[in-house]
């Protein structure tokens, strides 16, 4: 069997919940997952939100600030790995092939391989795929969204850290706009988040929420937002590019997926799901 990577999920203190949906997935697919305790939102100081709120296209919030830092901190471990390392969000639900995939990955050449599909268009390098079987890793020339389970190579990892502290966005913005690295989908998807399954008509065994997407406001054309309006300009003209190019090698559509990929696995147990609270709750009340 093809050593994994280390795989590190994201999830904050007080969301036991989500906790529980990871391991237990990690015990069913028989593999082991490191937990990272995710910065919370409440706690970064008003000096750094400052700083690394307005360097984007928009005001970030502070939920989406306190995620790009979880995000940034792996990276850093990631960073000192030669096998770099998969990172995952804590509404992440597996498929029955995502260990084979996450077998194929650090050995793929790719600085960011994306093991999940939001259900949008992307844009693909027409005919670039690693292989025609079944399972494959299929270029990727820009990314839109979603940072809810990727690896992420060493090398990659340094390229992300080299602007970290002067530029900042939503996660997924960082990784597929701000930064260039060379990338690729893993096809047909080899995750989703609980609540876009549970769109497609799946019982997960666990609703999830999240504060990320807030409503915000528009920006008014003033002086002070032209730093903001300058960036946007330069991500829709560098878009515009990418647009062109699908009349030569690039193709937009939505990853490749499966619902059967996903069907024998759920609804996850919900009797595990309480057992692995209980455990929680039980080492919480223990002496220290």
């Not at 360097?55 to 979880?70: D, H, Q």
């Not at 002067?166 to 998807?189: N, S």
């Not at 062109?244 to 090698?249: K, P």
Request: charged content about 25%; hydrophobic content about 40%; aromatic content about 8%.
């Amino acid at each position: 069997m093809v050593a994994l990577p280390e795989i590190s999920y994201i999830n904050l203190d007080r969301a036991p919940q989500r906790r529980a949906l990871m391991e237990v997935q990690a015990k069913m697919q028989g593999i082991a997952l490191q937990r990272f305790a995710a910065i919370d939102a409440s706690t970064i100081d008003e000096s750094t939100f400052r700083r690394l709120s307005v360097l984007w296209e928009r005001p970030m919030t502070r939920p989406e600030l306190a995620a790009f830092l979880s995000h940034r901190a792996l990276w850093e471990q990631a960073a000192q790995r030669h096998e770099g390392m998969i990172i995952l969000e804590d509404d992440t639900v597996f498929s029955t092939h995502f260990v084979e995939a996450a077998g194929s990955v650090a050995a793929s050449g790719y600085d960011l391989v994306n093991f999940e599909s939001v259900g949008r268009g992307k844009f693909f390098r027409r005919n670039r795929s690693s292989d025609p079987a079944r399972l494959r890793l299929t270029d990727l020339v820009r990314e839109k969204s979603g940072a809810g389970a990727y690896y992420l190579s060493q090398v990659g990892a340094r390229i992300l850290l080299k602007t970290a502290e002067t530029q900042t966005a939503p996660v997924d913005a960082y990784m597929f706009a701000v930064c260039r690295l060379r990338t690729a989908q893993v096809e047909p998807a080899a995750t989703m988040q609980v609540h876009l399954l549970e769109a497609r008509g799946f019982d997960v065994g666990l609703s999830t929420q999240t504060s990320i997407h807030q409503a915000r406001r528009r920006l008014s054309p003033s002086g002070r937002n032209l730093g903001y309006f300058s960036r946007r300009f330069g991500t829709q003209l560098r878009l515009g590019l990418v647009q062109l190019r699908r009349l030569a090698d690039v193709e937009f559509r939505p990853a490749a997926f499966e619902d059967e990929a996903f069907a024998p696995l759920l609804p996850i147990s919900r009797e595990a799901l309480a057992d692995e609270l209980r455990r929680y709750e039980a080492a919480d009340q223990s002496p220290s």
